[in-house]
Nanobody, 116 residues
Framework: QVQLVESGGGLVQPGGSLRLSCAAS????????MGWYRQAPGKQRELVAT???????NYANSVKGRFTISRDNAKNTVDLQMNSLSPEDTAIYYC??????????WGKGTLVTVSS
């Protein structure tokens, strides 16, 4: 089984920063794409950012310029640096990895709350 554990969530004031980390139970080269999604209360789950084994990244328009996704193969982690946070960023953030089009895995999520 592929296990994903997210960490780094918490309460932060508007304008602040958080860094989320997703630790995978398998070496990262097994996954062709890794990413972060989020789901706010009463809203649909949405893509935040993705990164491929080739270091190609993709971001939702709402987070471009503020969030940075990266991977650390030595630690088997996929990280999300979040800057200039606003209340609209409040959500449960989920790590997701895909081994192939038929196998995708999810973490249980970590809560990010942006509030004064």
């Amino acid at each position: 089984q592929v296990q994903l554990v997210e960490s780094g969530g918490g309460l932060v004031q508007p304008g602040g920063s958080l860094r989320l980390s997703c630790a995978a139970s398998e070496i990262l080269f097994r996954f062709y794409v890794m990413g972060w999604y989020r789901q706010a209360p009463g809203k649909q789950r949405e893509l935040v950012a993705t990164i491929t084994n080739g270091e190609s990244t993709n971001y939702a328009n709402s987070v471009k310029g503020r969030f940075t996704i990266s991977r650390d193969n030595a630690k088997n982690t996929v990280d999300l640096q979040m800057n200039s946070l606003s209340p609209e960023d409040t959500a449960i953030y989920y790590c997701n990895v895909a081994r192939d089009p038929f196998h995708t895995y999810w973490g249980k999520g970590t809560l990010v709350t942006v509030s004064s």
